[in-house]
């Protein structure tokens, strides 16, 4: 069992910056790829980045590309995301999640999942 916790939401206004950090209870962390996603008001869950077990592949969705940047600290047991220029559109629920079957932006292969932080952008 991995347990998940993320930190770093907020209220922050168009054009801003936030960083969201992800803790990760379990041993060696770096078995897992590690993802963050967010759920939108009213709409479901979509991919926003992924970062493979080493933290040498990166891969973004492309309405977050250029802005958003994952990385991850094995030593530490610890997954980021520095996100500049925010908009309105980043509104979102934001969550992290552990991968032991791949590195990839579909949310069902990944098997653990936080509880979530919210980040409201305002315009």
């Known amino acids: 069992q991995v347990q998940l916790v993320e930190s770093g939401g907020g209220v922050v206004q168009a054009g801003g910056s936030l960083r969201l950090s992800c803790a990760a209870s379990?041993?060696?962390?770096?078995?897992?790829?590690m993802g963050w996603f967010r759920q939108p008001p009213g709409k479901a869950r979509e991919f926003v980045a992924v970062?493979?077990?080493?933290?040498?592949?990166?891969h973004y969705a492309d309405s977050v590309k250029g802005r958003f940047t994952i990385s991850r600290d094995n030593a530490k047991n610890t997954l980021s995301l520095q996100m500049n220029s925010l908009k309105p559109d980043d509104t979102a629920v934001y969550y992290c999640?552990?991968?032991?079957?791949?590195?990839?932006?579909?949310?069902?292969?990944?098997?653990?999942w936080g509880q979530g932080t919210q980040v409201t952008v305002s315009s």
């Open positions: 379990r041993r060696p962390f770096s078995n897992y790829a």
């Open positions: 970062i493979s077990w080493t933290g040498g592949s990166t």
């Open positions: 999640a552990a991968s032991s079957k791949g590195y990839s932006g579909t949310n069902t292969l990944y098997d653990y």
